[in-house]
């Protein structure tokens, strides 16, 4: 087997091959391409992290009679926190769709708010109306930090690389 070539076991037993340009088979390469996506976690009750932080202090200094049952709200409030979380996949859209977007709606927001609505994958049915309804609900700067920097890193294709994988990782080692 040459350098160019190399296999490398996954922990599934599958066999990964490195690329060999003179057998790599670029049709074969491109019907498997698709476009970049991302994935975000948006909480719809932010407001509980700071009540969170406040009782998670206020433990640290309580005595042992009442740290337990400040601490057991603390949980209370982090599984309203967690069970508030809704999980976006953002997909980036071709340019000619953004172009055909852009001519068809009228004013920036509109437009924003439209492409964003369309690079949204999952969950299903998202419109424009019911991102404006996110956005009002969380705040500019949450929906800014959240929704609008993935659907920005989707559509400019930015840091794309295999996830981390432990297992992977422990297979690897020499």
Not at 14 to 36: N, P
Not at 83 to 106: G, T
Not at 125 to 145: C, S, V
Not at 157 to 162: D, F, N, P, R, S
């Amino acid at each position: 087997m040459s350098a160019m070539n190399q296999e490398v076991s996954t922990a599934e037993g599958a066999a990964l091959s490195e690329l060999d340009s003179a057998t790599f088979d670029l049709d074969k390469w491109l019907a498997g391409v698709s476009r970049v996506t991302k994935f975000v976690e948006v909480y719809g009750k932010p407001h509980l992290q700071a009540e969170i932080d406040e009782l998670d202090a206020l433990a640290g200094d309580a005595d042992e009679s009442v740290r337990d049952d400040i601490l057991t709200r603390a949980d209370a409030l982090r599984d309203e926190m967690t069970c508030s979380r809704a999980r976006f996949k953002i997909s980036s859209v071709p340019d000619e769709r953004v172009e055909e977007i852009r001519s068809k709606v009228e004013g920036d927001e509109a437009r924003t708010f439209a492409i964003m609505a369309e690079q949204i994958i999952s969950p299903v049915g998202m419109t424009p109306e019911k991102l404006r309804a996110i956005r009002d609900g969380i705040g500019d700067g949450y929906f800014a930090q959240t929704i609008t920097a993935t659907c920005l890193a989707a559509q400019q294709g930015l840091a794309v690389t295999v996830p981390f994988s432990s297992a992977a990782s422990r297979a690897r080692r020499r």
